[in-house]
């Protein structure tokens, strides 16, 4: 009896039960380690930046239907190139949504065949190239989407090379954002450190189990820098299986969550370029 029955457990536990528990101890994992900053009174800065946005598309307003759901700001790294009109239009009438500067074609200029990571902004670039490209990029940004343009840097690939980094601080109130908090430039940065997406893997959700372990390290950090922004970083074109799901439980329990204080990326810009005046203030 018990043999004959032992398959369907397993399968239920393999193809059903397993994944549901795995949200849940994601879920408990995740509110346990905000009830440690809630029951000290304080609390997690968290942002959320999506990249690669040009124009309305069903895959970004599902993004905007959550960010006004759960009234968290959503910043879209938008590329100056390819952004339309008919995407400024989609943004005007929202509340919650801010536009920074992704490039300017979103096109790799690094050489693959010698091992190099793809970057639009890296060492093989000249100064003069970079400069048009930015400040092309900023103006067309500007004139698209008016007050809703925040001066944010994200590099394509989250890589930038310190050339490039030098024309950003000469374009008047930049700051940058890229990936993790590996960057030593003296500018204001605000960093994205969660990415949801296993991108070698169909592009689909990085599982509960991964996601649970990536919140641990950047929470665990928190305990004692909670002032550092938590960048939640998404990508509305690439999201493949479980990418919905994830997001629309994640957002539930953090905007319900009184340890969590959703910014925009305009409020953390400001607060960045404080914290470096006051560190040259220092020196
Ligand atoms: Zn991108």
């Not at 440690?36 to 800065?45: D, H, L, S, Y």
């Not at 305990?223 to 938590?230: C, F, I, V, W």
Request: glycine share 6%; hydrophobic share 40%.
């Amino acid at each position: 009896m018990t043999s004959s029955i032992a398959p369907q457990s397993d399968f239920y536990r393999d193809v059903y039960f397993q994944p549901i528990q795995r949200r849940t101890d994601f879920e408990n994992n995740l509110t346990k380690h905000l009830d440690w900053f809630a029951e000290r009174g304080q609390t997690v800065n968290m942002w959320w930046r999506d990249d690669d946005a040009v124009s309305p598309s069903p895959e970004l307003e599902e993004l905007l239907v959550f960010s006004e759901k759960f009234n968290v700001p959503i910043s879209l790294a938008v590329i100056p190139k390819f952004a339309t009109q008919a995407l400024a239009q989609r943004l005007k009438s929202m509340q919650t949504v801010h536009v920074v500067h992704h490039g300017w074609q979103h096109v790799n200029y690094q050489d693959k065949g010698r091992g190099e990571k793809a970057s639009e902004f890296g060492r093989r670039r000249s100064s003069h190239d970079m400069q048009v490209e930015l400040l092309d990029g900023e103006e067309i940004l500007r004139d698209l989407f008016g007050a809703l343009f925040v001066p944010l840097f994200v590099p394509p690939w989250n890589r930038i090379a310190p050339l490039a980094v030098q024309l950003l601080k000469q374009q008047r109130g930049y700051g940058l954002s890229a990936f993790t908090w590996i960057n030593p430039f003296r500018i204001p940065q605000v960093q994205s450190h969660i990415d949801i997406i296993k991108w070698k893997k169909n592009k689909q959700f990085c599982g509960w189990g991964a996601a649970k372990k990536r919140f641990d390290l950047q929470l665990c950090r928190r305990r004692t820098n909670a002032k550092e922004p938590l960048g939640l970083l998404t990508h509305h074109l690439d999201h493949g299986e479980g990418c919905s799901e994830f997001l629309e439980v994640f957002l539930k329990l953090t905007c319900e969550h009184p340890a969590v204080v959703w910014r925009s990326s305009y409020e953390l810009l400001e607060e960045a370029r404080r914290e470096v005046s006051l560190s040259f203030g220092q020196v």
